[in-house]
């Protein structure tokens, strides 16, 4: 690329000689060379073109913090928490030019509570064609690594694939799904790339972004929620500190975490445990009716009431959380 890149320059001199050349005669053509000039080497350079058509990794990590918000705003319901500390979180490492670690993300949740779908969006923002980037990398423990005796090639194949992703572009996002289902100790292979290190063998992994996805923990967050419903309190009104630090010790705590007495926690190496809450009725409703506009239809409230109505709710008594978030939202809709 940098040898095409002096190709253009190189262009751009030879106008500049052929504008001297006719200099004397024709100040006009004068500036429409100088013009054409400045052009290619100002704003066409091979880099700008070649990027235009095919992916290249970010030098600068850029992040419109408004598109994020509205999008976060417009298409994730009844989490407030997540979508407060998600913001600040990316807002905040993406304009430090010299962030001291790669930021490490865990979210946890029962399913349908929307985490993969925050990481989704997560990666869009950062990497235009999303989980289909180069730069972006899904590790889903069930598909990736299976079998607890091969636990020592896991290890080894992550430590290769991040150390190789990370040399071909820092800004790489690395989402790890499933935690819950992932054989204890596989994780910590990659402890040495969360840390404080300026470098490891010549690579930095500072701008990379780390991103767990877990239901472990879900009893946790429901219980805080449910506590706070049966006090009378708002929903809304739940903070990040009424949960973090259950959420962390708890994870840390359950053998089916994949984050089982691991180093990643004791060593603080976890940016931000994030609790993603159960869905109540109104959520499944406003997923319902995204989910038919995305289809381009217009909202009938009739069948919005319908769907929301065909889910399971719990605990038994009062029935107010929804078995399994907005997840099967889509298929019920199918069917209407
Ligand atoms: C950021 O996103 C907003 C909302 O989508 C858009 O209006 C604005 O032009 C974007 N800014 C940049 C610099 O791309
Ligand atoms: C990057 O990660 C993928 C897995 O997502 C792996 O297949 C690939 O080999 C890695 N690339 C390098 C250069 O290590």
């Known amino acids: 690329m940098p040898a095409a890149g002096r190709l253009g320059s190189g262009a751009a001199l030879w106008l500049l000689l052929a504008a001297r050349t006719v200099a004397a005669i024709d100040p006009i053509s004068v500036s429409v060379a100088l013009g054409a000039a400045s052009v290619l080497t100002g704003l066409v350079t091979y880099t700008d073109l070649y990027c235009r058509f095919a992916e290249c990794c970010p030098k600068k990590q850029r992040l419109n913090e408004t598109a994020l918000k509205l999008e976060l705003e417009e298409k994730l319901f009844g989490q407030h928490l997540a979508t407060e500390v998600i913001l600040k979180a990316l807002t905040g490492f993406t304009n430090n030019n010299n962030p001291r670690k790669p930021l490490t993300l865990s979210l946890h949740g029962w399913a349908g509570t929307g985490k993969n779908f925050v990481s989704q969006i997560v990666a869009e923002n950062l990497h235009a064609k999303g989980l289909k980037s180069n730069f972006v990398h899904l590790f889903v423990s069930t598909l990736h690594f299976p079998h607890e005796q091969q636990t020592k090639l896991y290890q080894d194949q992550l430590q290769q694939w991040i150390r190789g992703n990370v040399s071909a572009c820092a800004s790489s996002v690395f989402i790890f799904d499933e935690m819950d289902k992932l054989h204890p100790g596989v994780i910590d292979a990659i402890k040495p790339f969360l840390d404080y290190y300026e470098q490891i063998d010549g690579v930095s992994y500072r701008k990379a972004i780390f ?18 419903w049966r006090t009378g309190r708002k929903r809304e009104d739940i903070q990040l500190k009424d949960m973090e630090h259950v959420l962390s010790v708890g994870v840390f705590n359950n053998k089916h975490s994949g984050l089982w007495r691991s180093r990643l926690i004791d060593r603080n190496l976890i940016d931000y445990f994030i609790p993603f809450l159960p869905l109540e009725y109104t959520h499944v409703k406003m997923c319902v009716r995204a989910e038919m506009r995305a289809r381009g239809s217009a909202v009938d409230e009739d069948i919005v009431t319908r769907v929301a109505d065909e889910m399971t709710f719990f605990p038994k008594d009062e029935k107010i959380y929804s078995d399994r978030g907005c997840k099967t939202v889509q298929s019920r809709l199918d069917f209407q």
Do not use: Q, V
């Open 211 to 228: 991103i767990f996805l877990s239901n472990a923990g879900g009893d946790l967050i429901t219980e805080t929620a449910l506590e706070f």
